[in-house]
């Protein structure tokens, strides 16, 4: 079989083949007890697939810069943060009255996509002076900025500790209410294939090339004659826009976004994420937060059960924390399955496997210079 | 006047914590190359375990709060020792993998801290003495101040004296500077990676039980929030400088402090934006010594 077909259109066939299958899941009536908390046509399981995907989208922007550019940012989760809260002040004070309210809302989105390029563009000017673990820190110190910023309810804009609700006047109709489950989770496949797609555009660019060289060796690059910095700014402020429209739709998922995607912690649950799929990967994320994602979900609703109640303390209390599962989980990845899952059929497929995670690359690099 | 003395003298506490979490990552990195994002975890699991001392003890007694300060340091120096030896070891040169465990391992931490204290900070009580104001020049200073200030410095002696004056500080600052030549000299470097972050442990075990105390509780959060602060310290310092941390410690704790009064709360920013001007100017910090 494989023979008649060429690789590449075997694997167009193929992408495009799920997402037509995930595009009329919510049409379909499947039940998988123990993953999906009802059938698939239902808000519930809706939404927390709509949940994973936005999630997914995110994570590829990430393995832009961690798997593509070997850039180790901690502070991803600041445009994610930028499109969610940016989307809502931006509905919330941009309403010209000569706009049609569909294209206001359009224009929203674009408007919160280009905040999130122009912050990367400024953040990733400041921290790209450094690399390797300098820019690990740097990247969380700006996070951490961000987090304090939406804390503090500048202007009463963000709403501080309660978080920001989206304004629904705002909105078009066919996007609010639980029954219009189904157009949002449209909406995150949507947003998660146009990710998918920018991503797959860029790293067969001309840019794309030029960081993942530098990511190996980027003294060779710079011997060449190409400067990494430019090339790199726009690879960081191309994920920090991609994030953005993940948060815009966030936004819209939830009804309101907490805090909470602004912090530091955030950023980390995303770096498990990709390196759990497998770094360098663009499926990987991708699976990574499907897998984590539908994971966090049963374990908090494990963890709840009376069969983790009636265990004894010394059970009871790590099998209850979620996070603490998943966090030895990711350790025990990094120890022995250092391909993350999507390493584990390349394996098989590659015995000798040609590299290891990449992004290491950067730090020896720095070190041998 | 006396309020820029309180500034100044609560600024310089702050710095004590900063300094206490800071010295053991600088070292760690800089003799390793590992970023050590578990280092909060070693100063919370301390502040708990110092904690749960104290208590049962006697509360609120000096010699509780010794033993706590003792038992704090001790747990963080065994847990961070441990973490090097069953988790960094086995990704020896793979820095990147490095880190990953360590954030694996923050995730987990904290998650098990929360399941076992809760998630709900827990008040802590410390001498008297500790909770009152002393006054100089007209500045009602709170006296735990001056404590964290005395431990840091007797921390911060402690660790020169052990660097310049024993055989494996030695190989320690010799393995900062070139540790490829310390190993071709037949020298085992790996009982030293677990020594320093054996040290670096124990000063964040300590700084924990001192941030229970200047902060009045222990939560699961507390080594985190302190971390980040931390991470800033070391990069202004200058990577792997103790003398670098020393100085950005106190530097950092004090523009927060000074920006949080006249500023209006805005000391977290004003202290990035710090790191920020420091990257701009002089990217290896302080007293880094390469790029």
Redesign the interface.
């Known amino acids: 079989m494989r023979s008649l077909w060429s690789r590449p259109v075997a694997k167009i066939t193929a992408g495009a083949a799920l997402v037509l299958f995930m595009a009329l899941l919510p049409l379909l009536n499947i039940t998988i007890p123990g993953i999906f908390p009802g059938a698939t046509y239902t808000p519930g399981t809706l939404q927390l697939l709509a949940y994973a995907m936005l999630i997914a989208a995110l994570a590829l922007s990430y393995h832009l810069l961690f798997g593509l550019a070997g850039m ?1 940012s901690f502070g991803h989760a600041l445009f994610f943060a930028a499109g969610a809260y940016g989307l809502g002040i931006v509905l919330r004070n941009f309403s010209p009255t000569w706009m049609p309210a569909d294209v206001t809302f359009i224009v929203a989105i674009l408007i919160t996509v280009l905040i999130g390029f122009v912050l990367a563009a400024l953040v990733g000017s ?2 790209l ?2 690399t ?3 820019f ?3 990247t ?3 996070a ?2 961000g987090s ?2 939406v804390r ?1 309810n500048p202007g009463g804009q963000t709403g501080g500790e309660e978080g920001l609700t989206l304004d629904v006047s705002q909105v078009p109709d066919s996007l609010v209410g639980v029954l219009n489950t189904r157009n949002l989770y449209w909406l995150a496949l949507a947003v998660l294939v146009t990710v998918y797609l920018v991503v797959l555009w860029v790293e067969k660019s001309r840019a794309g090339h030029v960081v993942a060289a530098t990511r190996e060796n980027e003294l060779r690059v710079r011997v060449i004659g190409i400067r990494p910095y430019f090339v790199r700014l726009l690879i960081f402020s191309i994920a920090g826009a991609l994030a953005a429209l993940a948060g815009a739709a966030f936004l819209l998922l939830q009804s309101g976004v907490s805090p909470r995607v602004a912090t ?2 955030f950023t ?2 995303l ?2 994420i990709v ?1 759990l799929g497998g770094v360098g990967l663009r499926w990987g994320a991708v699976l990574g937060a499907i897998v984590y994602t539908l994971l966090d979900q049963r374990l908090t609703a494990l963890a709840g059960s009376e069969f983790i109640a009636g265990l004894p303390d010394v059970l009871r ?2 099998l ?5 599962i ?3 989980l ?2 025990l990845v ?2 022995f399955l ?1 391909g993350g899952l999507a390493g584990l059929t390349r394996r098989s497929a590659w015995p000798h496997r040609p590299k ?2 990449s ?2 690359r950067m ?2 690099t720095e ?1 041998t210079i | 006047m006396s309020t820029v003395v309180l500034l100044l003298i609560t600024g310089l506490g702050l710095g004590a914590l900063y300094f206490l979490v800071a010295s053991g990552l600088s070292l760690i ?1 800089g003799l390793m ?1 590992v ?1 050590n ?1 578990a280092h909060g975890s070693f100063l919370t699991i301390g502040a708990f375990i110092g904690w749960e001392v104290a208590r049962r003890l006697s509360d609120g007694s000096w010699w509780a709060l010794a033993a706590a300060m003792i038992t704090g340091a001790l747990v963080g120096a065994l847990v961070a020792a441990a973490t090097e030896f069953f ?1 960094i070891r ?2 020896y040169n ?4 490095q ?3 360590t ?10 801290f ?3 204290w809760g998630t709900d900070p827990t008040y802590v009580t410390s001498p008297s003495w500790l909770g009152q104001t002393t006054e100089i020049l007209g500045a009602r200073i709170p006296n735990n101040r001056f404590m964290l200030i005395v431990v840091a410095v007797l921390v911060l002696v402690a660790i020169v004296l052990f660097l310049k004056f024993t055989r494996y500080g030695l190989i320690i600052r010799a393995g900062v500077e070139n540790r490829l030549m310390v190993t071709a000299l037949g020298i085992d470097v790996r009982r030293a990676f677990t020594l320093v972050f054996a040290i670096g442990g124990a000063a964040a075990g300590l700084g924990g039980v001192l941030a229970s105390i200047y902060y009045g509780y222990v939560s699961a959060h507390i080594g ?1 929030s302190l971390l ?1 602060f931390a ?2 310290v ?2 202004i310092g200058g ?1 792997g400088s103790l003398a670098g941390a020393a100085i950005a410690s106190v530097l950092v704790a004090v523009l927060q402090q000074f920006a949080n009064f006249y500023l209006g ?1 805005t000391g ?2 004003a ?2 934006l710090a ?2 001007a420091v ?2 100017l002089r ?1 290896r910090g302080l007293l880094g010594a390469k790029a």
């Not at chain 1, 209850?320 to 603490?324: D, E, H």
């Open positions: 180790l400041v921290s002076r450094v390797g673990i300098s690990a820190m740097v969380l110190a700006f951490q900025a304090v910023v503090r530091p912690d980390l649950t770096l498990v390196v209390i790590p209850s924390q979620p996070l603490f998943l966090g030895t990711f350790i990094v120890l250092p290891r995670g992004g290491e730090l020896e070190e | 990195y190359g970023l994002f988790l086995r990704l793979r820095h990147i993998e880190v990953l465990v954030v694996g391992l923050a995730l987990a931490s904290v998650a098990l929360e399941g076992i985190g980040i991470f800033i070391t990069v990577l709360g977290d920013l202290v990035v790191l920020a990257l701009l990217p």
